[in-house]
């Protein structure tokens, strides 16, 4: 008869403290419930179909086979383009571009290449999940540094800010990287010209490298600019500048993205990633790359998405939520903690589970972006919707 047993611990856990994703967790327990699910960042939209032709068009003309490791050149041309374009910085595609598996496998790779045991990593919490464990795997110790809150009179978060003394304090001789993220998932907080100017000077005389996420480049609101690490000389030739296919063209599914780093860097990146993911798929490669030769693919993205977080903001108006500011992301934060209802007092965890499960609508909390239980009674909710799916939510967040 077979018996249940505990999984035989076979060797000791990499990762003892790691769980499950919270993206995947909430993703399951919305479908479980039929709750609409604003939790994980995704659009419910489709791509365009133009990019859908070019992937089809691409594997008729028999491009399946594998392509160089470092991506397809007309794709690392057009990145390079691109970011010459928007940010002013000639990043040579040869020498100090390669296509990833998204975002986050160009992540683990950059961290995976130049943090060794002992070193240090700076990070600014809340942080997307994935940094920690990344970091952790390759041996490097986490120095996390908290955002700032800005309250107003009635003590609601009005705006966060970059905690520079705390940076300050964080850096020494052992800091290998830091790893920033503008906009940032989950507050939509950007940085401005003059925090890159600050950051420069803080490792002017360090040898601290940068990690800067920057997958919401397109996602920058109000007529506001994105400042990427590669608008800054100085900066650029010490970061890894990471961005994401997935989240400009609505194809988080795909898993392509990019990393731009000095080539230096980009040798030990690349010496890691060819034996992580080798390569990209091919057909995706040459479908992006004929649809990123219109730049009003990604210059329309603004308006299309402020045009979202604005209808979804003043939906949420109208419900008991609170709303945090939204300047960048597709993700709008809310605070829960001053509803007239028992729930109010549940840790951002639990109400998430209870939100998803009795009003039908799926959040992240917060607190999975830290490493020590931090509750603030915020949770975030994903606008990249239909303006129906949206509607629908905001029916359901009427009831609190
Ligand atoms: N970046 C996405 C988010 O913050 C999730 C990605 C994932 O599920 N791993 O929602």
Redesign the pocket.
């Known amino acids: 008869m077979s018996q249940i047993q505990d999984p035989t611990p076979l060797f000791p856990s990499r990762l003892p403290k790691v769980g499950t ?1 919270v ?2 967790v909430m ?1 399951a327990l919305a479908a479980n419930h039929q709750a609409i699910n604003l ?4 659009p419910d939209f489709p791509c365009d179909p133009q990019l859908i032709t070019g992937v089809n068009q691409a594997m008729i003309a028999n491009h399946n086979q594998y392509p160089p490791m470092i991506g397809i050149s007309e794709l690392r041309d057009g990145i390079a383009n691109k970011i010459a374009n928007l940010y002013g910085h000639q990043y040579d595609p040869e020498s100090e571009i390669t296509i990833t598996a998204g ?2 496998q160009g992540i683990l790779t950059a961290i995976l290449c130049c943090v060794s045991p002992g070193d240090e990593v700076v990070l600014i919490e809340p942080a ?3 940094y920690r464990p990344s970091i952790e795997l390759a041996g490097g110790k986490v120095r996390a540094v908290s955002l700032q809150a800005t309250r107003d009179e009635n003590g609601q978060v009005s705006a966060y800010e970059i905690p520079w003394q705390a940076l300050t304090a964080a850096i020494n001789s052992k800091t290998r990287l830091i790893i920033i993220n503008t906009p940032h ?2 507050t939509g907080m950007v940085w401005e010209r003059a925090d890159l100017e600050r950051l420069a000077l803080l490792v002017k005389d360090t040898s601290a490298l940068i990690l800067s996420d920057e ?1 919401y480049e397109h996602m920058v609101y109000d007529g506001a600019q994105h400042h990427s690490v590669a608008s800054h000389p100085e900066l650029a030739a010490r970061s890894f500048l990471i961005s994401s296919f997935g ?1 400009t063209y609505h194809v ?1 599914g795909w898993k392509v993205g990019y990393v731009a780093a000095p080539a230096a860097m980009t040798a030990e990146f690349r010496k890691v990633h060819q034996f992580n993911v080798f390569t990209v798929n091919t057909p995706m490669q040459y479908g992006l790359s004929s649809y990123l030769a219109d730049a009003s693919h990604y210059l329309n993205l603004p308006q299309f998405y402020q045009a979202k977080r604005d209808f979804f903001r003043s939906g949420l108006t109208s419900t008991k939520l609170k709303l945090l500011p939204t300047p960048g992301t597709y ?1 709008q934060c809310v605070d829960y903690s001053k509803l007239n209802i028992p729930q109010a007092k549940l840790n951002e965890s639990d109400f998430c589970q209870w939100l998803t499960k009795e009003i039908g609508v799926a959040a ?1 909390p917060v607190s999975a972006f830290y490493e020590e239980p931090t509750e603030s009674g915020v949770i ?1 909710f ?1 606008f990249a919707k239909k303006e129906q799916t949206l509607s629908n939510a905001l029916e359901r967040l009427q009831k609190l």
């Open positions: 994703t993206f995947t993703s939790g994980q960042g995704f975002g986050t997307y999940d994935s998932n989950p997958v989240k988080t993700f992240i975030r994903c």
